[in-house]
Nanobody, 119 residues
Framework: QVQLVESGGGLVQPGGSLRLSCAAS????????MGWYRQAPGKERDLVAT???????NYADSVKGRFTISRDNTRNTLYLQMNSLKPEDTALYYC?????????????WGQGTQVTVSS
């Protein structure tokens, strides 16, 4: 059974930093494109960043230069380093796995971790 568990969210002041983690189980991590998405109240869930199994990363324009996505395939863990946080980064952050070993490709979601940027 695939399970994604996020951690690391919290309350931070504008300009601060947080590091999110996503621990994956179920044997799909190394073959999956992993990603972070976020959803603010009353808004749709949006892409933050994705990373391939080989480390190729893609970012939303709104976080480029401030956020860094990374993964440790030996620990089955995904990370999101968030620097220079802004109030508009406040959202529920979700970990996502797109399993490239299935067709059609299956996608899995974690339960989310809350990030609140406020003074």
């Amino acid at each position: 059974q695939v399970q994604l568990v996020e951690s690391g969210g919290g309350l931070v002041q504008p300009g601060g930093s947080l590091r999110l983690s996503c621990a994956a189980s179920g044997g799909i991590f190394s073959r999956s494109v992993m990603g972070w998405y976020r959803q603010a109240p009353g808004k749709e869930r949006d892409l933050v960043a994705t990373i391939t199994s080989r480390g190729g990363a893609n970012y939303a324009d709104s976080v480029k230069g401030r956020f860094t996505i990374s993964r440790d395939n030996t620990r089955n863990t995904l990370y999101l380093q968030m620097n220079s946080l802004k109030p508009e980064d406040t959202a529920l952050y979700y970990c996502n796995a797109e399993d490239l070993g299935t067709w059609p490709r299956r996608r899995y979601w974690g339960q989310g971790t809350q990030v609140t940027v406020s003074s």
